[in-house]
């Protein structure tokens, strides 16, 4: 299968096969009236259509771009999808003046969905994670990195992950699994932690990884939740699981996640709302991306992270939606761009670099993904505007039209058709 995209009015990228940092996460390749070939899954020519018609025969297929402006599909470096229930009741809460952690120890946030996700059917859950997968494709979302985390227990973190799996073989979009059943303390043993974290490190954790089921592991690093020695105990039989590490990492207060991310070779550090200047040191000396939520800071009201410190820096920064039930219901990587220029500071080259490139290194998979060069995946959007700068410029609707995935299209017009 060969597909054409031709006729549109810019093909824009970063280019490489590692995260950028400093003033390149700014420079992007902009190549007016450019083609693409995609042939086996793969790109095979970027460039002008007279060069790629000396080179190439008719394609089985082509995609007329309309003018609009072809860009690297978007990839997802930080999402919860899988959950059962809804927290639309914690928002008005949110609005009165209640904290993300006020209402946690009322028996909300994390604990509410995880009730609601230990009651339902893998079935169920499937059903649900397919719907986001669907909206996160069309929003231009070609693959994301996907944790569990609200079962808490081993049969309902083994379901979760299993229903991550299944999702990943039943829909276009590409799934990279990590376990987060260190997500939280359930009520169970909200009296006993310790417990809790020895039966993590002792029977679930080495139970996921006889299973095969993650890529990856997590720890909601943050005073209240684990601190740094039990996140230290938790993530200490990573490497013999042939799991790679993502952190979440001072998010509410200053307590060292950066550098314990730095520490242990994490992939990612995310959040990173309170991170301290050493922390921002740290990282910026690392291969640890930086992901920032910039859509959790603007659903909780509350500071967004220090984007442009840690850009000056050299960290290599990236952006994602945290879509989840409770501080951030979104599958919109448009939205999150917007609200990274507009809440962080960045600028619209830089958040399209931290989206595609960047967030592709931050899941590990910047040599196959993340930019539209020869060899690379063919994962495409199209978007219904002429430039790059529509998707901040013109914000608060969907700017993406058509979407490639594997070289195949996947969303035409809008809507999913394959």
């Known amino acids: 299968m060969s597909l054409l995209v ?79 229930g809804s927290r639309e009741d914690e928002f008005d809460r949110r609005l009165r003046g209640e904290t993300y952690m006020d209402i946690a120890r009322s028996g909300g946030g994390i604990n509410a969905t995880v009730r609601a996700t230990r009651a339902s059917s893998s079935k169920e859950l499937l ?48 799934l990279h699994s990590t ?101 921002i040191a740290a990282l910026a000396d690392s291969d640890t991306a930086a992901v920032l939520l910039p859509g959790t800071s603007f659903f909780l009201r509350s500071r967004y992270a220090p984007a442009r410190d840690l850009i000056d820096a050299g960290c290599a920064v990236a952006v994602a939606t945290d879509c989840n039930p409770g501080s951030s219901p979104t599958e919109s990587m448009p939205a999150i761009l917007a609200l990274a220029c507009l809440g962080m500071g960045m600028e619209v080259a830089e958040a399209i670099t931290a989206a595609t490139l960047n967030a592709a290194a931050a899941i590990g998979r910047a040599d196959e993904l993340g930019s539209i060069e020869v060899g690379k995946r063919a994962d495409l959007m199209v978007l219904r505007a002429p430039t790059y700068h529509h998707l901040v410029y013109h914000y608060g609707i969907n700017p993406v039209r058509d979407v490639i995935k594997g070289g195949y299209v996947v969303v035409r017009d809008g809507r999913r058709v394959a």
């Open 127 to 174: 059903a649900g994670t397919l719907a986001r997968l669907d909206s996160f494709l069309t929003y231009g979302t070609t693959t994301i990195e996907a944790k569990s985390g609200y079962g808490l227990d081993l049969e309902t973190e083994v379901r979760m992950l299993e229903v991550i799996r299944d999702a990943d073989r039943l829909h276009p979009v590409d």
């Open 179 to 279: 376990c987060l059943a260190a997500h939280e303390v359930p009520p169970e043993y909200r009296e006993d932690p310790e417990t809790w974290v020895r039966l993590l490190i002792e029977e679930i954790h080495p139970e996921i990884a006889r299973l095969g089921l993650a890529e990856a592991v997590d720890v909601f690093c943050e005073t209240g939740v684990f601190d740094l020695e039990q996140t230290r105990s938790l993530l200490a039989d990573a490497a013999d699981f042939g799991w790679r590490i993502h952190l979440h990492a001072d998010e509410l207060t200053p307590l060292g996640g950066a550098e314990l991310a730095v520490e242990l070779d994490a992939l990612s550090a995310d959040h990173l709302m309170c991170v301290t200047a050493a922390g």
């Open 6 to 84: 031709r006729g549109a009015h810019q093909v824009v990228t970063p280019l490489g096969r590692a995260a950028r940092r400093g003033g390149e996460l700014v420079k992007l390749d902009i190549r007016p009236r450019a083609v693409v070939r995609c042939e086996g899954g793969r790109i095979t020519f970027v460039g002008e259509e007279p060069e790629h018609n000396r080179l190439f025969g008719e394609a089985d297929e082509t995609l007329d771009a309309a003018g609009g402006c072809v860009l690297p599909g978007f990839v997802d470096p930080h999402t919860h999808p899988v959950w059962a």
